[in-house]
């Protein structure tokens, strides 16, 4: 009878042993010259057809099944935006992201359909960056990235203008790149402080002419539909635009949730201290239940996982990273604490699916890595994300206070 025993538990712990073993696999993947080589590149000169000779490297990646992913647009309920477009030669992802989600909020609210400058926000950011270089005497980063709330930020400050007044591109350029651009913006600021020159009015002078020369002046003042605007005027009356309507949602465990708190990361360079920060429970279902009563979100993370893929445009968690039932608020501040986890690139949820229960979210993106597929198919610019690396790798998202009313209640008690 004990021989029994010992046989039965040792044939149920062989068998939980059997449903624990990993499903998923990897491998190593060529990554060839794709979207960012063939087309960004080529317009700014600086590569040549000889990138295809060149030896390309291998990156570990999951192996996904694509019959198990929705890859058609046709698969998901997506909310109107405009197109996706690239961002170029840039790290400005953070005003790409939201700009599309603003174009998206203004069709929401007044069915109306606009085009909005990034260039002009990012124009103004670099404005704010140099004032606060300057006042903290150096101290302050300088660099091209950001996060969303900085465009709703800079809205409130300068206003916004219709990209066909000022897209920032010279000299018949279809793509941005501000490699060189930057690059003597930060070694002014850093000879501004090797000689303590604080000038704030000269120093900020000096950016303009700098940004002036790359992407054009902006103008003061612009026609819309036949009356004139100025960039405040634009976004108040013709937009309707109020940036003190959106929040951001944070769900981090290093801080204390239900208290608003700084999100510490470099591309919050200005130490905003407004993030809701709530448990992660909280803002997964936020993110669920925004999507499906009609607003999209902006929302910003990681995307450097062997589990993102820009093959089949898919991002998923393999179980041999950590099983689905186990991505609760520790393994995501685990990944987070240790830098496995970065805040690495903002992007657009415009519309979500369902399969077998979970799920699956479709991601307007600025970046190249979408757009390596066929640039005439409809997914051309998308990704589609599963729950669950929302759930593990995107840390913060922006959203029209009214998609979380409960939220917001819980913080003013």
Known sequence: MKLKCIIAIGMVCLSSMAIAQNKDKSEFINVEPGFYQKSILKDVNTVNEN???????????MVQDTNSIPRKLTDYQKFWTNPPVSQGNTNTCWCFSTTSYVEAEV????NKEVRLSEMYTVYCEYIEKTRRFVKEHGESAFSEGSESDA??????????????????????????????????????????????????DWVIGTIKEIMNHYMGTPPSTFKVDGKEYNPISYMKEYLKFNPADY?????YKQETYWQKVEYKVPDNWWHSAEYYNVPLDDFMSAVKKGIRSGYTICIGGD??????????QAAMIPDYDIPS????????????????????????????????GKDWYLIKDSGSGSRNNNPSAPEFGYYFFHEDYVKLKMMDFTIHKDAVKEIIAKFAK
């Not at 069709?107 to 007044?110: G, N, Q």
């Not at 929040?247 to 769900?251: A, K, M, R």
């Not at 805040?343 to 077998?356: A, P, T």
């Open 303 to 312: 995307v450097s996982e062997p589990g993102f893929s820009r093959t089949t």
């Open 151 to 200: 465009v709703t930020r800079m809205y409130a400050i300068y206003g916004t203008m219709p990209l066909s007044v000022y897209s920032g591109l010279l000299d018949g350029r279809k793509y941005h790149t501000h490699e060189a651009m930057f690059s003597e913006m930060d070694a002014f600021l850093k000879s501004v402080k090797t000689t303590n020159t604080w000038n704030e």
């Open 325 to 356: 039932q186990n991505i609760n608020d520790d393994a995501r501040q685990f990944r987070f604490s240790n830098e496995t986890t970065t805040d690495d690139h903002g992007i657009h949820l415009v519309g979500f699916c369902q399969r077998n």
């Open 247 to 251: 929040v951001e949602i944070l769900s």
């Open 51 to 61: 990138l295809k000779k060149e030896e390309t490297p291998k990156r570990f990646q």
């Open 107 to 110: 069709k929401r609210m007044y």
